[in-house]
């Protein structure tokens, strides 16, 4: 108990233990804000990859639309509905089921 007393009466123990309660609760950069800091950079890293996924996958799919005229025209008729000059085009649409 003495030993107590006498570590608490220690001013650089005082001062050590204000600046350790400080670092840890009232700084800006405290151990809350640095675990929020850290659960926001792995979910910006998860965005990235997923970003980096889908940009090799349209570049895979660009470089197969230019190299293969085959790919192109089904794409073309497909997204856009284009048709040849003497074709005709028919949509079917399936009914929806209603409940």
Same mark, same amino acid.
């Given at each position: 108990m003495? =030993?107590?007393?006498?570590?608490?009466?220690?001013?650089?123990f005082?001062v050590?233990?204000?600046?350790?309660v400080?670092?840890?609760? &009232?700084d800006?950069?405290?151990? &809350?804000s640095?675990y929020?800091? =850290?659960?926001?950079?792995?979910?910006?890293?998860k965005?990235?990859?997923?970003?980096k996924?889908?940009?090799?996958?349209?570049?895979?799919?660009?470089?197969?639309?230019?190299?293969?005229?085959?790919?192109?025209?089904?794409?073309? =008729?497909?997204?856009?509905?284009?048709?040849?000059d003497?074709?005709?085009?028919?949509l079917?649409?399936?009914?929806?089921?209603?409940?």
């Amino acid at each position: 108990m003495k =030993r107590l007393i006498s570590l608490f009466k220690n001013k650089f123990f005082l001062v050590t233990l204000a600046f350790v309660v400080w670092m840890i609760f &009232f700084d800006k950069n405290d151990l &809350f804000s640095q675990y929020e800091y =850290r659960t926001q950079v792995n979910k910006l890293k998860k965005e990235r990859d997923f970003y980096k996924a889908q940009t090799d996958q349209v570049t895979k799919e660009l470089n197969e639309l230019t190299s293969n005229r085959q790919q192109l025209e089904k794409f073309a =008729r497909e997204k856009y509905l284009m048709k040849k000059d003497n074709e005709d085009v028919y949509l079917i649409v399936p009914e929806k089921k209603e409940k």
